[in-house]
């Protein structure tokens, strides 16, 4: 219970995380972009608004229907794994056992192995085995859509108030710099979360993060 707990802990952390780094990236692409048109400060302002409203509801309805589709995956796995155990218990033994015979294990080993998994949870280790994930790992579809919808907007407010409070010249720069910053943290963070390198993570995020300033940059400025 407690590691199936951690695990829903985990997923509902990375919602978090990739929410408020969509919410800083998404609504500074669009108050850059809008900036860079010449547009009036209530205008960037309604614009990054309208982008964060926008957001909040798609990023908490993606990851709803996200977990959602997994659950219906996982659901069907066990449904069919059940069946299997249940009608041909000898098949799944032996499978389990050959995997890891393909990994290099003896013989020996491999059936003691698979006896000592398949007598502790025959079900979750045929799931692991055939389909490679873990019945344990579930989240809650709501849990991760209101995750997203708060750190969304707490996300977006970071570009908007540099924009808001920099000098007329300096906004977009400012804005610039402090969303390079931001999500150098955030997609730091989230290699942390997912096991990733840190260092590729945090750089790839910050790419992104440029390559979509300075594009919605350079298009709003075709408007100017």
């Given at each position: 219970m407690e590691k199936q707990s951690?695990?829903?802990?985990n997923n509902l952390v990375r919602a978090g995380v990739m929410g408020g780094n969509d919410g800083i990236l998404s609504v500074a692409g669009i108050i850059v972009g809008v900036a860079g048109a010449g547009q009036s400060l209530g205008a960037i302002m309604l614009s990054g608004f309208a982008g964060t409203l926008a957001g909040m509801v798609s990023m908490a309805m993606g990851e709803f229907v996200s977990v959602r589709s997994s659950h219906d995956a996982q659901e069907k796995a066990r449904h069919s794994q059940e069946l299997?155990?249940?009608?041909n218990y000898d098949e799944e033994f032996n499978f389990v056992k050959e995997k890891y015979r393909a990994d290099?294990?003896?013989?020996?080993?491999?059936t003691q192995a698979t006896e000592e998994m398949m007598k502790k949870d025959p079900l979750e280790t045929t799931v692991r085995e055939r389909?490679?994930?873990?019945?344990k790992s579930q989240?809650?579809?709501?849990?991760?859509?209101?995750?997203?919808?708060?750190?969304?907007?707490?996300?977006?407010?970071?570009?908007?108030a540099f924009m808001a409070v920099a000098s007329p010249n300096l906004r977009i720069m400012a804005t610039f710099l402090a969303v390079l910053i931001a999500l150098l943290i955030t997609g730091y963070l989230a290699a942390v979360v997912n096991g990733?390198?840190?260092?590729?993570?945090?750089?790839?995020?910050l790419l992104s993060g440029i390559l979509t300033m300075v594009v919605t940059f350079l298009i709003g400025s075709l408007f100017k």
């Open positions: 951690l695990m829903a802990h299997a155990l249940k009608n290099g294990i003896s013989e020996e080993l491999a389909h490679g994930f873990s019945l989240v809650s579809a709501g849990g991760a859509a209101l995750v997203s919808f708060v750190t969304f907007p707490t996300g977006a407010a970071l570009p908007m990733a390198n840190r260092t590729k993570g945090a750089i790839r995020n």
